[in-house]
């Protein structure tokens, strides 16, 4: 066997519209075709991918301890300041790190039910004004 890249993320959601909006206003995913399932949920997509990216399931109890054994998902991104301005208008607190050796920009914030979320930027984006 050998892993050929990542298919999805799966975030579990108590609120299925209050979570789709965030993950398309905030990180710009769009819904797309999501199969006939006994479950309500939604799949995400990229503009760039084909397949779904992020999977929304809206009928499991939330776990009581968040994130559980997965720390967080990372995409990757462009266009920082923008990405900081609509975090900011949205009232979404975040944490901006530059990575010294390698330049690249890492934004960590949480959607409505406490996931992690990375967006990685590429080294060249300029640094933000705070």
Excluded: C
């Excluded at 809206?58 to 920082?80: C, K, Q, Y």
């Excluded at 690249?104 to 300029?126: N, Y």
């Amino acid at each position: 066997m050998k892993i050929e890249g990542m298919n999805h993320f799966t975030v579990l959601s108590s609120d299925l519209e209050k979570t789709k909006t965030f993950y398309i206003h905030i990180l710009g995913l769009h819904e797309g075709y999501r199969p006939p399932m006994e479950s309500t949920g939604a799949w995400l997509y990229a503009d760039n991918q084909n397949h779904s990216i992020l999977h929304i399931m809206a009928e499991r109890p939330m776990p009581e301890s968040a994130p559980g054994v997965i720390d967080h998902m990372a995409f990757s991104a462009t266009n920082l300041q923008s990405t900081i301005d609509t975090l900011k208008q949205q009232g979404i607190q975040y944490k901006l790190n530059r990575m010294k050796e390698l330049g690249v920009w890492q934004l960590f914030f949480h959607d409505p039910d406490g996931a992690k979320i990375e967006l990685d930027f590429p080294a060249d984006e300029p640094a933000p004004a705070e």
